[in-house]
């Protein structure tokens, strides 16, 4: 789909997720933070990346994600995620500029 831009670090990551325990919210459509990039990582099988205009009405973009893929969502883009296989595995990690509160409370958080 596209890149997470130069200067963007992985802030925060989610745990891995299966077709048995993915968050109902991630079903649904949903969006990333402000200046949040969310990068969806299939481990094994497969899943659709549903991207929208806005909250409501048709998918602009469908995307097929198989195993070791990865499908950006920039900030503020409503998208949602189907899981398409029984043995499906993903993680999402979230990235913003380095320079972000975001990143600059998680460092603080560490030392």
């Not at 745990?15 to 402000?34: A, D, M, Q």
């Not at 097929?64 to 949602?80: C, M």
Request: glycine share 6%; charged share 25%; with cysteine.
């Amino acid at each position: 789909m596209s890149f997470v831009p130069k200067g963007y670090v992985n802030y925060q990551s989610t745990c891995v997720f299966t077709r048995t325990n993915v968050p109902k919210v991630l079903l649904e459509p949903h969006y990333t933070k402000v200046g949040v990039y969310g990068q969806l990582h299939v481990l094994c099988g497969e899943l659709k990346f549903y991207g929208y205009a806005d909250k409501r009405g048709e998918p602009e973009k469908v995307v097929l994600v198989k195993a070791n893929e990865t499908a950006i969502s920039h900030p503020e883009y409503w998208h949602r995620v189907e899981p398409l296989t029984d043995d499906t595995e993903f993680e999402i990690r979230f990235f913003a500029h380095k320079d972000s509160p975001l990143v600059s409370n998680i460092e603080a958080k560490k030392s």
